[in-house]
Protein backbone atom coordinates (compact mmCIF):
# COMPACT_ATOMS: atom_id res chain seq x y z
CA UNK A 1 0.00 0.00 0.00
CA UNK A 2 1.31 3.54 -1.06
CA UNK A 3 0.83 6.84 0.10
CA UNK A 4 -0.30 8.39 3.23
CA UNK A 5 -4.03 7.00 4.99
CA UNK A 6 -5.93 9.58 6.63
CA UNK A 7 -7.65 7.29 9.38
CA UNK A 8 -8.06 3.78 9.72
CA UNK A 9 -10.19 1.41 10.99
CA UNK A 10 -8.98 -1.97 12.13
CA UNK A 11 -11.06 -4.56 13.00
CA UNK A 12 -10.09 -8.51 14.56
CA UNK A 13 -12.14 -11.34 15.68
CA UNK A 14 -8.87 -12.62 16.89
CA UNK A 15 -9.28 -16.89 16.30
CA UNK A 16 -12.63 -16.44 14.81
CA UNK A 17 -14.33 -18.81 17.59
CA UNK A 18 -18.41 -17.04 18.66
CA UNK A 19 -17.97 -18.79 21.62
CA UNK A 20 -15.15 -16.76 23.12
CA UNK A 21 -13.64 -14.28 20.81
CA UNK A 22 -15.55 -10.66 20.34
CA UNK A 23 -14.74 -8.62 17.24
CA UNK A 24 -12.41 -5.61 18.16
CA UNK A 25 -12.25 -2.66 16.31
CA UNK A 26 -9.89 0.14 16.77
CA UNK A 27 -10.07 3.46 15.13
CA UNK A 28 -6.85 5.50 14.35
CA UNK A 29 -6.96 9.07 13.37
CA UNK A 30 -4.38 10.87 10.72
CA UNK A 31 -1.88 11.47 13.28
CA UNK A 32 -2.12 7.80 14.63
CA UNK A 33 -3.33 8.00 17.59
CA UNK A 34 -6.08 5.57 19.08
CA UNK A 35 -9.25 7.68 19.19
CA UNK A 36 -11.89 4.63 19.49
CA UNK A 37 -11.82 1.09 20.71
CA UNK A 38 -15.01 -1.20 20.83
CA UNK A 39 -15.70 -5.02 20.95
CA UNK A 40 -18.96 -6.43 19.79
CA UNK A 41 -19.85 -10.07 19.38
CA UNK A 42 -20.49 -9.89 15.99
CA UNK A 43 -21.95 -8.22 13.02
CA UNK A 44 -25.08 -10.02 12.77
CA UNK A 45 -26.83 -8.71 15.53
CA UNK A 46 -28.98 -5.62 15.30
CA UNK A 47 -27.55 -3.84 18.22
CA UNK A 48 -23.86 -4.96 17.15
CA UNK A 49 -24.51 -3.53 13.50
CA UNK A 50 -26.21 -0.81 15.08
CA UNK A 51 -22.62 0.11 16.45
CA UNK A 52 -20.54 -0.65 13.94
CA UNK A 53 -22.71 1.85 11.55
CA UNK A 54 -22.24 4.11 14.35
CA UNK A 55 -18.88 3.86 14.33
CA UNK A 56 -18.13 4.43 10.39
CA UNK A 57 -20.59 7.42 10.52
CA UNK A 58 -19.17 8.95 13.37
CA UNK A 59 -15.35 8.59 12.62
CA UNK A 60 -15.80 8.06 8.76
CA UNK A 61 -12.49 6.21 8.15
CA UNK A 62 -10.29 6.13 4.94
CA UNK A 63 -9.84 2.71 5.04
CA UNK A 64 -10.88 -0.53 6.88
CA UNK A 65 -8.08 -3.09 7.60
CA UNK A 66 -9.21 -6.75 8.60
CA UNK A 67 -6.86 -9.31 10.04
CA UNK A 68 -7.06 -12.35 12.10
CA UNK A 69 -5.47 -15.51 12.85
CA UNK A 70 -7.93 -18.13 11.62
CA UNK A 71 -9.73 -19.11 8.39
CA UNK A 72 -12.73 -17.16 10.12
CA UNK A 73 -11.12 -14.17 9.05
CA UNK A 74 -12.56 -14.28 5.56
CA UNK A 75 -15.74 -14.71 6.81
CA UNK A 76 -15.46 -11.30 8.71
CA UNK A 77 -14.00 -9.74 5.53
CA UNK A 78 -17.78 -10.83 3.59
CA UNK A 79 -19.68 -9.46 6.45
CA UNK A 80 -17.62 -5.91 6.78
CA UNK A 81 -18.07 -6.02 2.80
CA UNK A 82 -21.87 -6.84 3.04
CA UNK A 83 -22.33 -4.12 5.77
CA UNK A 84 -20.44 -1.32 3.98
CA UNK A 85 -22.88 -1.96 0.30
CA UNK A 86 -25.85 -2.29 2.72
CA UNK A 87 -27.10 -5.82 1.96
CA UNK A 88 -29.24 -7.05 5.45
CA UNK A 89 -28.70 -3.03 6.86
CA UNK A 90 -31.95 -0.86 6.47
CA UNK A 91 -32.23 2.59 7.82
CA UNK A 92 -35.29 3.94 8.88
CA UNK A 93 -35.82 7.55 7.94
CA UNK A 94 -38.36 10.20 7.05
CA UNK A 95 -38.41 8.69 3.40
CA UNK A 96 -38.86 5.62 4.27
CA UNK A 97 -36.53 2.81 4.64
CA UNK A 98 -33.61 3.01 2.74
CA UNK A 99 -30.25 1.25 2.60
CA UNK A 100 -27.04 2.76 4.11
CA UNK A 101 -24.33 2.30 1.87
CA UNK A 102 -20.67 3.57 2.49
CA UNK A 103 -17.73 4.03 -0.01
CA UNK A 104 -14.94 2.88 2.40
CA UNK A 105 -12.02 0.48 0.57
CA UNK A 106 -11.35 -3.26 2.81
CA UNK A 107 -8.02 -4.56 3.02
CA UNK A 108 -6.33 -7.81 4.41
CA UNK A 109 -2.62 -7.24 4.73
CA UNK A 110 0.10 -9.15 5.42
CA UNK A 111 0.25 -9.15 9.61
CA UNK A 112 3.86 -9.83 10.71
CA UNK A 113 4.69 -6.70 12.36
CA UNK A 114 1.13 -6.72 13.72
CA UNK A 115 1.36 -9.88 15.62
CA UNK A 116 4.56 -9.00 17.03
CA UNK A 117 3.27 -5.69 18.16
CA UNK A 118 0.62 -7.12 20.26
CA UNK A 119 3.05 -8.91 22.72
CA UNK A 120 5.73 -6.56 22.51
CA UNK A 121 6.84 -3.91 25.72
CA UNK A 122 6.05 -1.10 23.69
CA UNK A 123 2.14 -2.02 23.30
CA UNK A 124 2.22 -2.91 26.80
CA UNK A 125 3.52 0.66 27.79
CA UNK A 126 1.01 2.53 25.19
CA UNK A 127 -2.16 0.03 25.64
CA UNK A 128 -1.52 -1.87 28.85
CA UNK A 129 -5.72 -1.70 29.72
CA UNK A 130 -6.19 -3.14 26.22
CA UNK A 131 -6.69 -6.71 25.27
CA UNK A 132 -4.30 -8.74 23.00
CA UNK A 133 -6.53 -8.29 19.90
CA UNK A 134 -7.17 -4.47 20.08
CA UNK A 135 -3.14 -4.35 20.77
CA UNK A 136 -3.20 -6.75 17.59
CA UNK A 137 -5.52 -4.02 15.71
CA UNK A 138 -3.09 -1.49 16.59
CA UNK A 139 -0.49 -3.03 14.96
CA UNK A 140 -2.49 -3.51 11.92
CA UNK A 141 -3.78 0.12 12.12
CA UNK A 142 0.06 2.01 12.28
CA UNK A 143 1.21 -0.02 9.50
CA UNK A 144 -1.17 0.25 7.24
CA UNK A 145 -0.60 4.08 7.64
CA UNK A 146 3.22 3.75 7.98
CA UNK A 147 5.05 0.26 7.34
CA UNK A 148 8.55 1.77 7.22
CA UNK A 149 7.86 3.80 10.94
CA UNK A 150 6.56 0.41 12.20
CA UNK A 151 9.25 -1.97 10.79
CA UNK A 152 11.84 0.72 11.97
CA UNK A 153 9.61 0.39 15.92
CA UNK A 154 10.15 -2.93 15.87
CA UNK A 155 13.42 -2.49 16.71
CA UNK A 156 15.23 -5.50 17.65
CA UNK A 157 12.28 -7.40 17.36
CA UNK A 158 12.41 -7.17 13.15
CA UNK A 159 14.95 -10.62 13.71
CA UNK A 160 11.81 -12.08 14.18
CA UNK A 161 10.42 -11.20 10.07
CA UNK A 162 12.23 -12.91 7.55
CA UNK A 163 12.86 -11.04 4.10
CA UNK A 164 12.55 -12.59 1.06
CA UNK A 165 14.39 -10.54 -2.04
CA UNK A 166 11.09 -11.15 -3.99
CA UNK A 167 8.55 -10.30 -1.70
CA UNK A 168 9.44 -7.11 0.16
CA UNK A 169 7.93 -3.68 -0.83
CA UNK A 170 10.42 -1.60 1.35
CA UNK A 171 12.74 -0.19 -1.13
CA UNK A 172 11.71 -0.44 -4.90
Known sequence: ????????LSISWGKGDPQKDAVSMVYLDAAGRMREHTKIDNLYDPDNLDEFIDLLKRR???VIVIGGFSMTTL????RVKEVLQ???VQ???EGGNWLQTFD?????????VARIYQHSHRAA???GSLSSNAKYCVGLARYVQSPLN????????????????DDQHLVS
Open 150 to 165: EFVALGPDITAITFEE
Open 60 to 62: DPG
Open 91 to 93: VQG
Open 75 to 78: KLIQ
Open 104 to 112: IPVIYINDD
Open 125 to 127: EEF
Open 86 to 88: GKH
Open 1 to 8: MKGNISSV
